[in-house]
């Protein structure tokens, strides 16, 4: 019925989250799921699809009298192809599953979320996720080769898969980061990255978190470009002004060594000095353990639903925007504005992969008892406007399901008209995940 967006993070959309679909399909193969398409779309029923139920924005939350179209058994990794890079897979496969498929024939998946343990490869394509390693390999729809959708008329499609094509725009694209209101993959062919002769990772605290920030631009400007990059202060956490910046090199020996020569000399260069080793390896070493904990609380508890709407005392939000580099330390200081009069705590600012990739996390100082929070709701439109109003984005991250779909058409501006226009001609019944994405 749900996915890990809880009514308080839901905001103004929490009153859809109770909604209650009328059937359950558990799809195969793909004809299976044309057919029942074909079928909806004649009676105009609404359509839902669903991966591993992960996602933290509503996507896959049912509609009232709609059919949930639950792809978790069509698991299957077709193929891994050492010799291509390769790997085909059907969208309902664990991302960590097919990690461990393009392990077993020396590669590895470039798409390395929190939620690898839980989430599933069509989700992450449907939302166009971003993980740890986005720094080297860019998001997950930055690495499908090649797609099988199905449309609402059940209509299939399948895309070739090439790195490359140089005719009209691609196919691939109406199906990755349009959270299933397109069409519904079936299957995906995505990049495989060969497994690195060497790993370093390295820790360097800052004195604030603007020094840092200049060093990570430096960097990308100088050609140092890490794996991973995570950087963020917690100024919740004491009174100290100090950020830390974790990153981790991947490559041939000397590639690293390069790397990380340059890196130290750069973040020395804006008052960095060396963090303690330890706890670099412990932030890799424990990447997924909010996943793990999420599946071991909610997706495997014995009511999932009930888990998941379990209310929570910590009035708490995540929100990750995308920001030109000239305008992120400018937004940092307007947002903090915008705090502060409204008594919002900060208790992270971070940046995540590359420079313009922005987060914060926050809590509401005083909301308690309030389980809307009027308060929370207009303050996250407030920093969410301004990041498009700076040129930016409103979320790089996790998709806008029905959270964010109130603030899809300021985003679009008047390209939103334009996809609403694909929308009506790929599915002119609005049978496809009504309420997400295209409000």
Known sequence: GGDALGSYRAFRAAPLLDRVAAVVAWPTETEQVASLLRYANSIRMPVIPYGGGTGVMGAAVATDGAIVLNLQRMNGVIDVSGADFTA????????EDAHTAMMGQGLRLGHDPWSRPIATVGGAISTDGVGCTAAAHGSMGDQVLGLEAVLAN??????RSVPKSSYGP???RLFISTEGTL????EATIKAFPRPESRSMRAFVFPEFESGFNAIVTMQAEGVLPAVMDYGDEPAADDAPEATLYVVFEGFAGHVQAHVAQAEAICARYGGRAGQPGEVEQYWRERHSSAERYRDEVLNAVDPAAARRRPTSYRMDYLHMAVPISRVLEYRTRCARIF??????????SVWGRPEFFSMLIVDERGEGDPASRNMTETVDEVLTLAQELGGTMEYCHGVGLKLAHLVPA???IGYKTVCDVKAALDPNGILNPGKFLS
């Open 88 to 95: 085909r897979l059907q969208p309902g496969v664990i991302l």
């Open 154 to 159: 059940g209509d299939i499609i399948t895309t």
């Open 170 to 172: 691609s196919l691939d």
């Open 183 to 186: 069409g519904v993959v079936m």
């Open 340 to 349: 502060d009069e409204r008594e919002i705590g900060v208790r992270e600012w």
């Open 411 to 413: 985003e679009l501006g």
